[in-house]
């Protein structure tokens, strides 16, 4: 297997990208609302990142910076027929290095309540780092978080 954490750079990539956080964020949850125009989506310190395999596209997340040494993930997906085989770790484990190489010390998550198990496993411990971020489509989320050393 050859993985890539691509910055999204391609008309490609970007459609796989938003392809898999409609599917498996939103119409996997009854939510009809995904918008791949969204403000967030293109500042200037964030990234969106599409995990591949051997060339296709097989998770996503985008990797905020947040100032003073901390980076937000949102919105980590792997694609439905490739959960749990061990795609979401490969994702953890580059985006650490990733987080590494940017000088980032903290990385931070609101995490969706089904999810919690799995940032557990990746080092994330519970922590309210934003509050205020608890709102629409994050109210139910748990925030979390991962000292990198
Ligand atoms: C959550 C998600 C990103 C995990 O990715 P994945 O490829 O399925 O995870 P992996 O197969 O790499 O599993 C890594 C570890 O986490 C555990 N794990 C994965 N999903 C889990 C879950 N939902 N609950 C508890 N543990 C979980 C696995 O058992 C594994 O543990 P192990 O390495 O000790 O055996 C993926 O299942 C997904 O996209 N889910 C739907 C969208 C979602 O909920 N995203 C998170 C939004 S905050």
Not at 58 to 71: E, I, K, M, Q, Y
């Amino acid at each position: 297997m050859v993985y890539e954490l691509a910055v999204v750079a391609t008309a490609d990539d970007l459609d796989r990208y938003h392809a898999i956080r409609r599917a498996e964020l939103f119409e996997a949850r009854s939510r009809r609302d995904y918008d791949s125009a969204h403000p967030d989506e293109i500042k200037p310190n964030h990234f969106r990142l599409l995990l591949k395999c051997n060339g296709i596209g097989v998770a996503t997340t985008r990797f905020d910076l947040l100032g003073d040494g901390v980076a937000a993930l949102r919105l980590v997906a792997v694609t439905r027929a490739e959960q749990r085989r061990g795609y979401g770790r490969v994702l953890a484990d580059l985006i650490e290095a990733l987080a590494r190489q940017k000088g980032i010390s903290k990385l931070v998550v609101n995490a969706a309540p089904d999810a919690i198990g799995y940032y557990e496993r990746m080092g994330f411990v519970r922590e309210a780092w934003d509050p205020a971020e608890l709102v629409g489509i994050s109210a139910d989320s748990i925030q979390m978080a991962k000292y990198l050393e």
